[in-house]
């Protein structure tokens, strides 16, 4: 099976800190994402990488930076956080190797409190 | 603009009756759809897709989902529902741009014995 694992579970920040979200695939999969999830919202893309070192913008890219330096790992930044980034960040990640219909697999999510 | 739409927040249904959670979408080009759950305080749990072939695509916990290409839909359907499918439930699409999905804003269905 898959696992997508995230660092925290839950995270209480202060408003103008760098917060650091970490998420580790164990499946070899070249792609992997950062969705933030707001209720009504649903889930909106922040950031994807589809290989080490390549990263593009997805939806709703600012405020937010990511790092991917090694293949199973994918870092999400919030280089000065505010209150409005308080919300569930879910990281994913899929390969490539289906001709497009591949499925992403999710992290159990970490839910981030700026004060 | 590639959307997903869940019309419904919410949908109430008693245990044993049938359920249906409505998904739309607009896309350019043909669509990769895909339901996933999403329990709580607990990350997406893929449920099933369709890429191409049968209109009717049965997946996990017996749900299952009818593409609709006129009426552009996909909507998730299970014959007898229990109190443990109530849940918080996301239709997704993929677009040309292989790599982004967009998601629908869930529907949460709750399920009453």
């Known amino acids: 099976d898959v696992k997508v694992t995230q660092s925290s579970r839950y995270l209480v920040k202060r408003t103008g800190e760098k917060v650091f979200l970490e998420c580790v695939q164990d499946m070899d999969h070249e792609n992997m994402f950062w969705y933030r999830q707001d209720p009504g919202l649903g889930l909106r893309l922040i950031y994807f990488s589809y290989d080490v070192k390549m990263k593009e913008k997805g939806d709703i890219p600012e405020g937010y930076s990511v790092s991917r330096e090694k293949k199973e790992r994918f870092s999400l930044i919030l280089e000065s956080a505010s209150t409005n980034q308080t919300s569930m960040y879910l990281c994913?990640?899929?390969?490539?190797?289906?001709?497009?219909?591949?499925?992403?697999?999710f992290g159990p999510g970490t839910r981030l409190l700026v004060l | 603009a590639q959307s997903v739409a869940q019309p419904e927040d919410q949908v109430n249904v008693a245990e044993g009756n049938p359920l249906t959670v409505k998904c739309t979408y607009s896309v350019s080009g043909n669509p990769y759809l895909f339901w996933y759950v999403q329990y709580p305080n607990r990350g997406l749990q893929f449920l099933l897709k369709?890429?191409?072939?049968?209109?009717l695509v049965k997946g996990s916990y017996g749900f299952e989902a009818e593409f609709n290409k006129s009426q552009t839909s996909f909507h998730l359907k299970k014959p007898s529902a229990l109190v443990s499918d109530s849940a918080l439930y996301f239709c997704a699409v993929r677009v040309y741009n292989f790599n982004k999905f967009y998601f629908g804003s869930g529907t949460k269905l709750n399920v009453k014995p």
């Open positions: 369709y890429i191409t072939g049968d209109n």
């Open positions: 994913a990640s899929k390969t490539s190797a289906g001709g497009g219909a591949e499925t992403q697999y």
